[in-house]
Structure formats: structure tokens, C-alpha cells
């Protein structure tokens, strides 16, 4: 079940959320009503879906699962995240829900992952945002980059200590003898 709606930057909130809200349901249950002779096809198939549809989010990056006979999983790294979008048809605005698109730069036009059923929407879309921003913006430093700042670092306070060596003995000549 869905945790309360997560406020400005509060991860933790976010990284609880495993499964849609319970209204979903009954989103699900108006599409199959509408399906018209189909409804008694259409409802399991929902239902299923709704039963089985699980969401993980961790430091790595964002997946859903869903499907009995044909299981389905979907795995977004932060850093493949391209754009993120909000869709709320009437019925789902109505019951307070949307549902997250995520767009991969994959060759689909379509969403790559669809989180659906959510009350706390736009606090995932914002934190998927800084994720993906953050990922791109800060990439981690590879073992090498981390040796030659150290290098670099090194060979600064060496300058230091050189320029502060001059100093003293400039400081230590008799005026006349400085210009």
C-alpha cells in the first residue's frame, strides 16, 4: 500500500512505495466496464495486473514487475532517464491518482516504464528528477581521476611550501637589498 504523500526531498518516502494505491482498482474496473461485452475478458485481466504490479525504487535506478502467465520486468537506471511525464485521465484525477511516464532515449516514442497508480505523483516525478539530473551532473570519479587530483593536490601544497620558503628569506634581506 501507498505511504502518505512524500514532502519536498523526502527519499525515504519514496523509496517505501512498492505497489499502486487501491484505487486503481478501481480505475481498472471502470476501463473493463466500458469494454462493454468484453467486461467479463478484460476485469481478470486488470485484476491480475493490479495483483501482481510491484514497484522498486533504490539508489540505483527504478523497476516494475507485473504478469502471471507472461511476467514482465522493466529496470531504468537513473542515468538512462531522458524526460518524465504525468498522465491523468478523468477518472483518475477525479480519484486523486496519475500515473509517471519515464522516456528512455530508446528507439520507442511510447513511455518505457508507466508507474501507475499513484497518489504521491509529482513527489516521485520531482524525486526522479533530481535523480536523473544528479546521475548526469555528478558522475562519479574513477579510480584514476581520484589518483591525479591527489597528485594534483600534492603538487600544490608543494608550490605552498616552496612560495612561503621564499617569503621568509625575502623578508629576511635587508631592504636596500630586496628591489
Excluded at 533504490?58 to 522493466?74: M, P
Amino acid at each position: 500500500m501507498n505511504t502518505p504523500p512524500a514532502q519536498g526531498g523526502d527519499d525515504a518516502a519514496i523509496f517505501r512505495i512498492e505497489r499502486p494505491h487501491p484505487k486503481l482498482m478501481r480505475v481498472y474496473f471502470l476501463r473493463a466496464l466500458l469494454s462493454g461485452p468484453m467486461f467479463f475478458i478484460v476485469l481478470p485481466v486488470m485484476y491480475f495486473r493490479y495483483y501482481t504490479l510491484r514497484y522498486r525504487f533504490d539508489d540505483e535506478g527504478v523497476a516494475a514487475s507485473w504478469g502471471i502467465l507472461f511476467r514482465r520486468e522493466v529496470n531504468l537506471t537513473y542515468a538512462r532517464i531522458q524526460d518524465i511525464h504525468i498522465n491523468a485521465g478523468f477518472v483518475q484525477r477525479w480519484l486523486g491518482l496519475a500515473d509517471v511516464l519515464v522516456q528512455t532515449a530508446s528507439g520507442s516514442a511510447g513511455a518505457e516504464l508507466t508507474i501507475e497508480g499513484l497518489l504521491e505523483y509529482q513527489s516521485v516525478r520531482d524525486f526522479l528528477y533530481r535523480r536523473m539530473r544528479g546521475v548526469k551532473d555528478e558522475p562519479a570519479p574513477t579510480a584514476a581521476q581520484r589518483a591525479a587530483d591527489d597528485e594534483v593536490v600534492q603538487l600544490l601544497r608543494g608550490i605552498q611550501g616552496d612560495l612561503a620558503a621564499v617569503r621568509a628569506e625575502l623578508q629576511r634581506r635587508p631592504p636596500e637589498a630586496r628591489s
